[in-house]
Nanobody, 125 residues
């Protein structure tokens, strides 16, 4: 059974940084493309960033230049380094995975039916 455990969220002032972690078990991690998604209150879940098995990345326009996704296959973890945070980044952040997809193909939250518990990120102005 696939398990997705997100952590690292918190409350931060605008301009600050946070690093999220996603631990994945129950899959062949090395062939997974992995994405980060977020859902703000009253809004649909949206794609933030994704990384392919080979390390190619894709980012939403709203986070380009501020967020960096990375993976550690040995630890079966994916990270999201978030810098220059803005109040509009406030959301619950989730990760998810799909084997063998490209980073671009991970760009829709509608690919997935099940999710982890997420981690709350709150950016104060």
């Amino acid at each position: 059974q696939v398990q997705l455990v997100e952590s690292g969220g918190g409350l931060v002032q605008a301009g600050g940084s946070l690093k999220l972690s996603c631990a994945i078990s129950g899959t062949t991690f090395s062939i997974d493309a992995i994405g980060w998604y977020r859902q703000a209150p009253g809004k649909q879940r949206e794609s933030v960033a994704a990384i392919s098995q080979g390390g190619s990345t894709n980012y939403a326009d709203s986070v380009k230049g501020r967020f960096t996704i990375s993976r550690d296959n040995a630890k079966k973890k994916v990270y999201l380094q978030m810098n220059s945070l803005k109040p509009e980044d406030t959301a619950v952040y989730y990760c998810n995975r799909r084997p063998l997809l490209s980073a671009q193909a991970m760009g829709s939250a509608n690919l997935f039916r099940s999710w982890g518990q997420g981690t709350q990120v709150t950016v104060s102005s």
